[in-house]
């Protein structure tokens, strides 16, 4: 069994990454945390705002922020479609901290759905980056 | 009179000028822009495809989701057009190609009985709309040139729900494609209801047809998954569609100023040869004008010719410094013969300033 696999993290206005790796965890609406290693079995799933760790070849890990979107496994390649999507290495950290207290402002007063995503949106973000909160 | 043609032709040339070197910026502008368009245009294709072939794997494994944005309605009533224009002209048949494309098919809509509805995107197809006084749905517009995902996202929002709250029975997109710099097409593709071929048709791609159905592990379920996926489906083609359209503009507008640019310089060509023509032809008759007055005096006396050669120094030079004007001529009745002659009557009435004038010169 082949002990690396090609992962793939694609957003709309380009590819995000993409190389080889040994895991990637992600999160899936409802099913909660999934890992991928290779030779996993062909899966399709559809993502929530998360924090994504792909854990590549060389023993080091790319951490991206994933806002919703669908991942696909066939042939030993992970595929991650994100509309939104950017590297930890990418995020701005003042400005998604600035959001995660926005969105908490809000949701103490009220039960608001945007807000709901825009606090998960913050933190994986946050998560991503390696960030204290 | 000769010399104010001369100073009309020269204000053109001036004028022609300054146009050149604007359309000859907008060509550069443009042929800048294409590369990057066309770059972002390129990195687009992963997602769409990845998106295509998970929609495909999905229809495959045989996730017949009740979604009605693939199941197509048995009446089409409603037609509805998503026109991609340019918020801006001077692009050629860039605006008017799609334009036509669209104004077609909605006729021929009309006169079959339907209904239409019409999304412009960009000003261009807004404005000749509306003046043509077709019913308009919401206009998206401003962003034709350097689109972003938001603006795709937005469109595509919009035509779901319009499509799913019943409002349109299919959604077909009109834009131009991108083939190279050298070659773009208006193009009417179905957006929504997906069907099986436009879901492999891609963006005017044929798809792979290796629909190996293999046995996919699905979380949630495939409808689920496949209910959040179709609009983001939609996105990605309406995506697609505008980084065509806005490199298949810049391709459009980088023509159309390179030939604006090289009208302009043979439009200068031309008037400049006019306006030496016309330069020469008042010299000519200036000459012609001395050379008579010299001949109308008649006689041979030295000194009338040696006041002639001055004043064609003057004339030449432009300025006739030290000479009486012509209107103080106190013979009035020779004026017709020529100024010159009239200033050689002047000079032999009043022989006191004009030898000194020579001599200045």
Avoid: W
């Avoid at chain 1, 590549?56 to 806002?67: I, K, N, P, R, Y």
């Avoid at chain 2, 339907?114 to 043509?132: D, N």
């Amino acid at each position: 069994m082949a002990n690396v696999m090609t992962v793939e993290v694609v957003s709309p206005e380009k590819v995000l990454y993409s190389g080889e790796a040994t895991m990637v965890i992600t999160r899936t609406i409802g099913g909660g945390e999934v890992a991928f290693q290779p030779g996993h079995v062909a899966f399709l799933g559809a993502l929530v705002e998360n924090h994504t760790r792909v854990f590549l070849a060389d023993g080091s890990t790319e951490d991206v922020a994933v806002h919703g979107g669908f991942v696909e496994v066939s042939d030993n390649k992970v595929s991650i479609l994100s509309d939104a999507a950017e590297l930890g290495t990418n995020v701005d950290i003042e400005r998604a901290r600035a959001a995660k207290q926005r969105a908490e402002e809000v949701l103490r007063h009220e039960h608001d759905a945007e807000a709901i995503s825009a606090l998960g949106r913050a933190h994986a973000r946050l998560n991503a980056a390696g960030a204290s909160f | 009179m000769a010399g104010g043609q001369e100073r009309i032709l020269r204000g053109r040339i001036q004028s022609m000028q300054a146009t050149k070197k604007i359309t000859r910026a907008m060509e550069l502008i443009a042929a800048s822009r294409i590369v990057k368009a066309q770059q972002r245009v390129e990195a687009a294709v992963p997602y769409s495809e990845q998106i295509t072939e998970v929609v495909r794997d999905l229809s495959a494994a045989g996730a017949s989701s009740e979604s009605p944005l693939l199941a197509g309605r048995d009446e089409v009533k409603n037609k509805c057009y998503v026109v991609i224009t340019a918020d801006r002209g001077l692009c050629g048949g860039y605006n008017t190609g799609v334009q036509r494309a669209a104004e077609g098919e909605i006729k021929a809509d009309v006169v079959a009985g339907k209904g239409y509805e019409i999304i412009p995107v960009g000003k261009k197809a807004e404005a000749y709309f509306r003046f043509r006084g077709y019913t308009l749905g919401q206009a998206f517009q401003g962003f034709s040139d350097n689109p972003s995902y938001a603006d795709a996202k937005a469109i595509g929002q919009h035509v779901v729900a319009l499509y799913a709250s019943g409002h349109v029975d299919s959604v077909e997109l009109v834009y131009t494609r991108f083939i190279s710099a050298g070659s773009q097409e208006v193009v009417l593709r179905p957006l929504v209801p997906l069907q099986r071929d436009t879901v492999e048709g891609g963006d005017g791609k044929a798809g792979s047809t290796d629909g190996s159905g293999s046995d996919y592990e699905f979380e949630p379920d495939p409808t689920t998954i496949l209910d959040t996926l179709l609009p983001r489906y939609v996105e990605a083609r309406v995506y697609a569609a505008l980084l065509n359209a806005a490199a298949s503009e810049h391709a459009f507008r980088q023509r159309a100023m390179k030939s604006a640019t090289d009208n302009a310089e043979e439009l200068i060509k031309n008037l400049s040869i006019i306006m030496n023509r016309a330069r020469q032809d008042s010299i000519t008759t200036e000459i012609m004008e001395i050379v008579g007055g010299a001949e109308a005096l008649g006689s041979g006396k030295d000194e009338q010719v040696r006041y002639v050669e001055l004043d064609l120094d003057a004339a030449f030079g432009g300025s006739s410094a030290g000479h009486p004007a012509p209107s103080t001529t106190p013979t009035g009745d020779v004026q017709t013969a020529g100024s010159i002659a009239v200033e050689e009557r002047s000079n032999t009435n009043t022989t006191t300033d004009s030898p000194d004038a020579g001599e200045n010169i």
